[in-house]
């Protein structure tokens, strides 16, 4: 099993390190002083087991766990008993360790690890790297931990920002950690087209149309020269 | 104070290993250094929440030097200072004066 350590006490991580070692299938992939550089590692990699600390201060074991969209199995290890309750509330909570950790108690939380399944995926739409999950005529935005819904027919356009995205709709602008190929892939392909490397409209919010650029609601977007042709190929002239 | 630190965790940890033995002392005596000065600073202050994290932090190194009943006081102790409740700070200085005595040896 691949695992990380997070924990704030240098002392824990080490100790953790230690533990693992003397179990052949355990593999400790990376360890992290805090939950938020643990977060971005997530984003990245596959695990499929995590020793956390809840005490860690701005931001605690269990706040971590509810940034999680799919969360791998975690083993709480911890100095605090007052929480035990709480941390089986968390399906992907596989057991409570309480420190200082003696190997025969660390050995059987292993085998608990091993022998429970791997907490399901919730969504089959849900893409836990994108900041971006969709239903039929819905799409979810994940802004600052809050699972935003957006009316995809509302959409007028997408415009990308670097590592974000901008989505302009008839009500509001929301800014979102991901890319435009991701949001590609979540919206009806008969609607929206990418008419340059920075931006995907709504067709249907099409006002007008000159040479390079289309006019939706007050904004002017550049089409470019090798997008035109399939612009042109949706459009219902006369 | 009938209890005293001892290694009994640490080299049962160790199974041997000499290396690990040696660099867990270093980060612990480190780590116990400064968490012990982070309450001082704080309990003179009374803020006696982040003083109770600082307590938190160490109640694992005390019980990774066997303290048994040490654990528990300072476990009180911690919930104690949540509380503004200072009755078991002399119990508590106590225990970090011995095994600050104790880290020297090392």
Known sequence: ?238 | MTEAPNLAYIKELASGSEEFENKIITILKREFYEEKTQFSDNYSLKAFIKASENVHKLKHKIGMLGFDDGYQTTADFENGLKKNNLSLYPKFILILDTIEDFLKTL
Request: with cysteine; net charge negative; aromatic share 6%.
């Open chain 1, 1 to 238: 099993m691949n695992c990380i350590i997070i924990d704030d006490e240098e002392t824990a991580r080490l100790i953790i390190q230690q533990l693992c070692s003397q179990v052949e299938q355990l593999n400790v992939i990376e360890e992290f002083p805090n939950a938020i550089q643990a977060i971005k590692f997530l984003n990245q990699h596959h695990i499929d087991l995590i020793f956390l600390d809840i005490h860690m201060p701005d931001f605690t074991g269990f706040d971590f766990i509810q940034t999680l969209k799919n969360p791998p199995k975690i083993i709480l290890t911890t100095s605090d008993k007052n929480f035990a309750l709480e941390a089986f509330e968390y399906e992907c909570v596989v057991d409570y360790l309480l420190k200082p950790i003696a190997l025969p108690r660390f050995l059987k939380a292993i085998q608990k690890a091993e022998s429970t399944k791997t907490p399901e995926v919730k969504d089959k739409t849900e893409d836990s790297s994108s900041g971006i999950s969709s239903g039929e005529n819905d799409l979810y935005i994940n802004i600052d931990r809050r699972l935003i819904k957006i009316d995809i027919p509302t959409i007028n356009v997408i415009e990308a920002k670097g590592d974000y995205i901008l989505i302009k709709t008839q009500e509001s602008n929301y800014t979102v950690h991901s890319t435009l190929k991701k949001i590609e892939e979540k919206l009806p392909e008969d609607t929206f087209l990418k008419i340059h490397r920075s931006y995907v409209i709504n067709i249907k919010r099409i006002i007008d149309i000159e040479d390079n650029s289309v006019l939706i609601d007050k904004d002017v977007i550049p089409v470019s020269r090798s997008n035109r042709p399939e612009l042109m190929k949706r459009l219902n002239m006369l």
